[in-house]
Structure formats: C-alpha cells, structure tokens
C-alpha cells in the first residue's frame, strides 16, 4: 500500500472525476431589503443544479419548475438563512451587487422570542 498518494493522484483509481454538467440557466432570488430595495442574485448552492439535473429527464419545463417549487417551499414554510459570497470578476464589472447566494439553509420554523436587551 502506497502511503504517498496525494489527493490528485490517478494511479489505481477506481472512478474517474468528472466535473458537473453544464446547466443552461442561471436560478436567482430576488430579494427586498428594509429600505424597500430588491437585488436579484443568483443561487450557485450545489443543491438546487442538481435538483435540476435530477428532473432533467422529465423535460426541461417540469424540472425548472421544480426548483421553483423547492424554492418556494424553502422560502414560505421553512426559516430559511442565506450564505453570501463573493467574486473577484463581480468586483472588476463594478456590478450593482457583487454577491451570489453560496449556500442555503433552511431549518423548520420555529416560534422565536427576542426579550428586551434592556
């Protein structure tokens, strides 16, 4: 047994990596903030292309709305938290908003109380 091996060897390797297939659309979240301004960005979290390659083979039109749905159902009965990143080529196109949504998580509701601080 070779001890040595590193992450990016391919002697001896069983399954050969391939990367994601190409996906032809971009899913996006339009979201408002408390001043009343709305930002689309785009969701790259791993889970929602592959909700969409999952369903690719009942046709394009009935996976698409799919994701829709599990978004919706993310957004109207879970608690849902975004992870935000960014790019630096976002930052070179001076783009209005520079941030993508990485990742999604979204827990039950639950019922919360916030006493006072003070």
């Given at each position: 047994?070779?001890v040595n091996r590193t992450l990016f060897d391919t ?27 709305i930002s689309s960005m785009s969701v790259i979290d791993?889970?929602i292309p592959q909700l969409y390659l999952n369903c ?63």
């Amino acid at each position: 047994m070779n001890v040595n091996r590193t992450l990016f060897d391919t002697e001896n390797c069983e399954i050969e990596f391939t990367g994601m297939p190409h996906i032809p659309y971009k899913f996006k979240l339009k979201i408002e903030d408390d001043t009343g301004k709305i930002s689309s960005m785009s969701v790259i979290d791993w889970e929602i292309p592959q909700l969409y390659l999952n369903c690719k083979h009942d046709g394009d039109e009935i996976a698409i709305q799919k994701v829709k749905d599990k978004l919706l159902w993310m957004i109207n009965e879970r608690d849902l938290y975004l992870f935000l990143g960014t790019m630096k080529q976002m930052h070179i196109r001076k783009s209005k908003n520079p941030y993508t949504i990485i990742g999604l998580f979204y827990p039950p509701k639950t019922k919360r109380y916030q006493g006072n601080l003070f």
